[in-house]
T-cell receptor, first 112, second 117 residues
Framework: KQEVTQIPAALSVPEGENLVLNCSFTDSAIYNLQWFRQDPGKGLTSLLLIQSSQREQTSGRLNASLDKSSGRSTLYIAASQPGDSATYLCAVKGRAGNMLTFGGGTRLMVKP | ETGVTQTPRHLVMGMTNKKSLKCEQHLGHNAMYWYKQSAKKPLELMFVYNFKEQTENNSVPSRFSPECPNSSHLFLHLHTLQPEDSALYLC?????????????????FGPGTRLLV
């Protein structure tokens, strides 16, 4: 059974810092990996999707990498801003079935 | 109205009540999903519908009954719930469940229904 772990569970940084969020998964036979953002009391917003054949994806100040063989992904946020404060979730899609398995999330706070 | 909408946003129900959660997507998607987000557990997929047909049931108790009358609407009928069913229930949609092109698998989420049993 696939398990997804995110470290750290919570992170507080001053504005302007570059930061890295980590995601690990136990079964490397994945179809894709996605990073989501969730604001308090709201649904999820998809940030980046990396197919299993890809190594990284970039969108603005966000860069996500995927090392499938080691079961790891990182989300890099450059020049963090208070508006980046949210919970960040990673999810993997296995090759069998249509299910996403989510990690527990990293709760990020960027202080002005 | 655009995106994925969910009603009600908040619901309090007794263990003997029957209620329904509604989800509607205005994105022209063919796949819809129900997720449960509890306070102390990762987000869990409950059901997947593709072209109105249920393709996944993640061992969900029968007190949760989904219904997908068309590709734009998804319901979750609730009856005889337990206190541990209190959670945020999220609906999502995507163009398809299998990638036929870039971005087709990206899921778009509604704001959720906060349920208290």
């Amino acid at each position: 059974k696939q398990e997804v772990t995110q470290i750290p569970a919570a992170l507080s940084v001053p504005e302007g810092e570059n930061l890295v969020l980590n995601c690990s998964f136990t079964d490397s036979a994945i179809y894709n990996l996605q990073w989501f953002r969730q604001d308090p009391g709201k649904g999820l917003t998809s940030l980046l999707l990396i197919q299993s054949s890809q190594r990284e994806q970039t969108s603005g100040r966000l860069n996500a990498s995927l090392d499938k063989s080691s079961g790891r992904s990182t989300l890099y946020i450059a020049a963090s801003q208070p508006g980046d404060s949210a919970t960040y979730l990673c999810a993997v899609k296995g090759r069998a079935g249509n299910m996403l398995t989510f990690g527990g999330g990293t709760r990020l706070m960027v202080k002005p | 109205e655009t995106g994925v909408t969910q009603t009600p946003r908040h619901l309090v129900m007794g263990m003997t009540n029957k209620k329904s959660l509604k989800c509607e997507q205005h994105l022209g998607h063919n796949a819809m999903y129900w997720y449960k987000q509890s306070a102390k557990k990762p987000l869990e997929l409950m059901f997947v519908y593709n072209f109105k047909e249920q393709t996944e049931n993640n061992s969900v108790p029968s007190r949760f009954s989904p219904e997908c009358p068309n590709s734009s609407h998804l319901f979750l009928h609730l009856h005889t719930l337990q206190p541990e069913d209190s959670a945020l229930y999220l609906c999502a949609s995507s163009q398809s469940v299998i990638a036929g092109g870039p971005g087709q698998e990206t899921q778009y989420f509604g704001p959720g229904t906060r349920l208290l049993v």
